[in-house]
């Protein structure tokens, strides 16, 4: 659950989503579920001369699994409150 | 064919042409105008028309089968009024349109009955001095003559929303766009899609928001609490409950989050704005009718449809809202458990939810100190300089003990943290049960972490001391930083003691913070920064406080544990000392008796004891920056300050010693400022600097004379 709240706190920034296939997606995060399944709008390919079939896209909905990376900007990333819901996450996936 | 249709009472003539010549006289625009309304009636959300005002099949509607079939449909008359009707709309636009259809076609009867009767016998000529009559050809010429003539921009409307196979085409085509679109509704009953939102949601519940939903929750406190952290949680109970039907996070169920109305209503609004833009739904906004309403109309007629739209959204917000909450109350009555062991079974199967997932594969390592990595390494390996010498015999293992150490003191300060949250909403009462409870944890909490420190033996045999160890990594410094909130003033005590007994062996003051070059002496520099502004403080405000017995033990233990020539190159030394002397001054002013008490005596000898150390090497104080660099303001503040807290406690004679050692550091600096090269305000701190030495001493970097 700590990638889906992380995500929940970047919903409206400006991300770049890069997939498996290469394709590289820049748009405003919408929406994300449980799966990291990731609803883009306003989206530019970064690319775009490779795509063109992607000119007239302006909304997309990304499968989680096909995700290779997700760019942020580090200013919407508190780091130390991170840290401590990734030792949180540790602790409790550890305890049983 | 001899019966007409309705009633049947006057039988037309056969001849067509004077039939229909005989229409087109007598034709009113009634039908005219009861098929425009019905078309812009009829595009109206699809709704059927009502029975009055549907004319399309007037001819065939109200008959019987019988009626129909015995008789023969008189296509050319009906196609004839209908083009007679076509042809003249202007001329009888003032009559009043009859709403009822018997009653105009009655009237035509009448008025075919009408002129008829003047015509009966009559050619393809007559003669009636209220109309004008024509001559078949010339009746033809005019119907052809105002076809092609440009008619106004109504007309033209008129005639083309009139014609029958326009009206007809487009009408198929909505059906069949809209059959297109529907042909596939209503597979799931609104208790199955209910069922299915109830089973995700219940995925994604969290009672306890600060566990499951840590960073989200956190963040958001942090970051744009406005009324407070349990509204906050509230809230978060309603977040959940409008999130969408799939279980997502979107823009605008986090609104109410933020908890404010006027945010929300324009994120509402804006929602609703783009979903009229994107979504077209067929047949709702935009279907071919209204295209040809004014743009004014249509702007009015979208407000409403958004104005509907918005109510209908939030009523079905407010619906998925409830049904959430039971679905809450639900799970809150029946815990989910990860195993679910059937009865007379044999084993458990592992229930996936969000809070059991599906583990990814764990290659397990053994542990202890099996793998050996080699060296520790050059000075720039992670997790600071130098701090691999540990134990001398395997210092990978000494590591990985003292990151696990780390880890430990910041789970104590991770339940520590969240004790405290808790803390809140605890009732007022010493000795309620859950208060006791709660105090327990929360000792018990700060014990394991204080432990892991042991900071209680400031000198041990293991070189260098475990705290130390600790120190060395950033981590372990912000570890220390936020742990020292929660102790004890004993316990700080404590801790300032060893770390002042070890003071030598801190990374950060290792090998003096002025002897790296490029990438080290950055990361030097950012440990020690971290050390100041975590650590430090700490020691310090707690120094700011203790008696002058306490500061003058301290201070003895600095000097005895530490070679104070060699350490005071380092910044943390400087400021250490410093704030010694200050504190000491400070105390010393307070005494009633300054010249008695033993402390001032301790605190006098121990003064001399670190000028007389001090004596000689004062030039090295200062950081050397390399040739070449620019100055900065700060580089040798310390140093200064460090100066000059000295000299507020020196006597004369060491004033003038000090003066005398430094004399030249202090003009080459008055050199610096003056030199034309150095921007203003780069100066104008060196000065700055320099004067607090100086002023200490009674004297002003103006009297320099260079």
Avoid at chain 2, 224 to 237: E, H, L
Avoid at chain 2, 281 to 288: Q, T
Wanted: hydrophobic share 40%.
């Amino acid at each position: 659950m700590l990638f889906y709240s992380f995500f929940k706190t970047q919903v409206g920034q400006q991300v770049t989503v890069e997939l498996k296939n290469d394709l590289a997606i820049q748009g405003v995060l919408e929406s994300v579920d449980q799966f990291l399944n990731i609803k883009l709008k306003e989206i530019k390919v970064v690319d775009s001369e490779r795509y063109p079939h992607m000119m007239a896209v302006k909304n997309c909905f990304i499968r989680g699994s096909v995700v290779r990376y997700v760019q942020l900007s580090p200013q919407s990333v508190d780091t130390a409150l991170l840290q401590d819901a990734a030792r949180r996450e540790a602790q409790s996936t550890q305890q049983p | 064919m001899s019966g007409s249709f309705f009633g049947g009472t006057n039988a037309p003539e056969d001849d067509p042409i004077a039939r229909g010549r005989a229409e087109y006289l007598a034709s009113t625009v009634t039908d005219l105008d009861n098929r425009l309304e019905s078309l812009a009636l009829e595009d109206n959300l699809g709704e059927q028309l009502p029975e009055d005002q549907d004319t399309f099949n007037t001819e065939t509607f109200d008959a019987d089968v019988g009626e129909i079939t015995n008789r023969e449909f008189d296509f050319f008359q009906s196609t004839l009024t209908n083009q007679a009707k076509l042809a003249s709309p202007q001329q009888h636009q003032n009559q009043p349109p009859p709403q009822d259809t018997m009653q105009m076609l009655q009237s035509m009867g009448v008025s075919i009955n009408h002129s008829v009767g003047p015509e009966a016998g009559a050619g393809s000529e007559g003669v009636d001095e209220h109309r004008r009559i024509t001559t078949l050809a010339e009746l033809e010429a005019k119907i052809i003559s105002q076809r092609s003539t440009p008619m106004s921009g109504v007309a033209q409307t008129v005639h083309r929303m009139a014609d029958p196979e326009t009206i007809a085409r487009r009408r198929e085509q909505r059906l069949e766009r809209e059959a297109a679109l529907t042909r596939y509704n209503n597979m799931m009953s609104q208790r199955d899609k209910e069922y299915i939102v109830r089973i995700q949601i219940s995925q994604l519940l969290t009672d306890d928001p600060a566990a499951d939903d840590f960073y989200c929750h956190m963040y958001q406190l942090s970051r744009g609490a406005i009324f407070g952290a349990m509204q906050q949680q509230q809230q978060q109970q309603q977040q959940v409950g409008l999130t969408s039907r799939s279980g997502e996070m979107t823009e605008a169920g986090r609104s109410p989050s933020v908890s404010n109305d006027s945010r929300r209503g324009t994120l509402a609004g804006v929602e609703l704005q783009n979903s009229t833009g994107q979504e077209r739904r067929a047949g709702k906004v935009g279907s071919p009718v209204s295209k040809q309403q004014t743009g004014g109309e249509r702007l009015q007629q979208q407000q409403h449809l958004a104005r509907a739209r918005r109510s209908n959204t939030q009523s079905s917000m407010a619906r998925m809202q409830q049904q959430v909450q039971r679905i809450v109350n639900e799970a809150r009555r029946r815990p989910k458990v990860a195993h679910v062991a059937a009865e007379g079974a044999l084993g458990k199967i592992s229930v996936t939810s969000a809070r059991n997932p599906k583990q990814a594969i764990q290659v397990q390592r053994s542990h202890g100190g099996s793998v050996s990595q080699g060296s520790p390494g050059p000075l720039t390996e992670a997790g600071g300089a130098l701090v691999g010498l540990g134990d001398a015999r395997n210092p990978t293992a000494e590591r990985r003990k003292t990151l696990r150490a780390i880890e430990e003191v910041y789970t104590g300060v991770l339940q520590l943290e969240q004790l405290v949250r808790e803390q809140a909403r605890l009732p007022n009462v010493a000795d309620h049960p859950s208060v006791q409870g709660w105090v327990a944890a929360y000792g018990a909490a700060k014990e394991r972490a204080w432990a892991e420190l042991e900071a209680t033996q400031p000198i041990l045999n293991v070189y260098p001391h475990p705290l130390v160890r600790v120190l060395a990594f950033a981590k372990g410094k912000r570890a220390v930083g936020r742990l020292v909130h929660h102790l004890s003033m004993d316990q700080v005590l404590a801790l300032t003691t060893t770390i002042i007994a070890n003071f030598e062996s801190l990374d950060v003051c290792r090998v003096g913070s002025f002897g790296y070059t490029g990438a080290a002496e950055a990361q030097q520099r950012e440990e020690t920064d971290l050390f100041l502004h975590l650590v430090m403080p700490t020691a310090l405000g707690f120094l700011a406080e203790a008696s002058l017995q306490i500061v003058n033990g301290l201070f003895a233990l600095f000097m005895e544990r530490n070679n104070v020539a060699w350490v005071v190159r380092t910044r943390p030394a400087l400021v250490f000392l410093m704030v010694v002397l200050g504190r000491t001054a400070a105390l010393k002013q307070q005494q009633p008796q300054p010249q008695q008490s033993q402390e001032v005596y301790q605190a006098a000898e121990l003064y001399n004891h670190l000028f007389n150390s001090l004596r000689g090497s004062l030039a090295a104080i200062f950081p050397q920056r390399p040739l070449g660099h620019m100055p900065s303001p700060t580089e040798d503040m310390h140093a200064w300050q460090f100066l000059a807290a000295l000299a507020a406690s020196a006597s004369a004679e060491q004033q003038h010693a000090l003066v005398a050692e430094a004399r030249e550091k202090v003009l080459e600096k008055v050199q610096l400022a003056k030199d034309p090269r150095v921007p203003a305000e780069v100066s104008a701190a060196i000065l700055v600097n320099v004067n607090m030495f100086l002023n200490a001493l009674g004297l002003d970097a103006s009297q320099v004379t260079t």
